[in-house]
């Protein structure tokens, strides 16, 4: 097999709260391999979204290995390991997080700025990935003039503009009613089919299993027989 995109080894984190330590992973192995569409599923304060921040370059691990695209993270600095979050990562949330008083245009171009893309360059590529998106005609609606199905449709551009190697989404359906929810999830699935690698975390079974391999964890460990190394 060949080296995993995404590769976790004997992984913790622990947070320190004063005198109290709370372990939300433990000893975590997750190994991912380019092109695949995972669902991680958990219940509520299980270490998705630890995990996730630590896939994400968000955050670090206390103890273990995390090696993103061959890369292993603890050697780099926060100032590369920013370049290579924002690089290597497209990010999709819950609650959407776009610019409220920014266009879908300007939401999707902005993570260009950071890679220094030329402006036109930035409308180019973000006019083409709402397109793709079925946003063509909303590309000057702000957050607020857009239904929460279309928002998350704008934050999906926005992640796939940079083409990143990874597309992570937290609860991406959450916030949605249940055909928006639908709708994302089949575009997810789209997007797979073109070759995509998508590493999706939700505690609910229907939503994962949109997915094509389904990581569960449990109290910060992944349980037995879904380890895959
Ligand atoms: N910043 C933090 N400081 C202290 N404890 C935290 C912090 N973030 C999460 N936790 C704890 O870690 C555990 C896992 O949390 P989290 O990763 O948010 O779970 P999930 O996303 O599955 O709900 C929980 O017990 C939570 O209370
Ligand atoms: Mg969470």
């Not at 902005?110 to 006019?127: C, T, W």
């Not at 999906?156 to 959450?174: F, H, N, S, W």
């Not at 928006?180 to 999830?185: C, I, P, S």
Request: net charge neutral; proline share 3%.
């Amino acid at each position: 097999m060949t080296e995993p995109l995404v590769h976790l080894q004997h992984v913790s984190r622990v947070y320190e709260m004063g005198r109290l330590q709370v372990v939300a992973l433990r000893d975590v192995d997750v190994a991912i391999q380019s092109g695949e569409f995972v669902a991680v599923l958990g219940p509520s304060g299980s270490g998705k979204s630890t995990l996730m921040h630590i896939v994400g370059c968000l955050d670090r691990p206390t103890s273990g290995q995390y090696t993103l695209a061959g890369t292993p993270v603890a050697a780099l600095d926060d100032d590369r390991l920013a370049a290579l979050r924002s690089r290597a990562i497209g990010f999709v949330f819950q609650s959407y997080n776009l610019l409220a008083r920014t266009n879908a245009l300007e939401n999707v171009a902005a993570p260009l700025l950071y890679q220094g893309v030329s402006r036109r360059e930035r409308y180019r590529r973000a006019r083409a990935a709402l397109e793709r998106l079925g946003l063509g005609d909303r590309v000057d609606h702000s957050p607020a003039e857009l239904s929460g199905g279309q928002q998350q449709r704008v934050a999906i551009a926005r992640a796939l503009v940079t083409d990143p190697a990874l597309i992570l989404a937290d609860e991406p359906t959450g916030n949605l009613a249940s055909d928006q929810g639908a709708e994302v999830l089949s575009l997810f699935r789209e997007l797979h089919s073109a070759g995509r690698t998508i590493v999706l975390i939700t505690h609910d079974q229907e939503v994962a299993a949109a997915a094509g391999r389904q990581i569960h964890i449990r109290d910060g460990s992944i349980a037995a027989g879904e380890i895959a190394a």
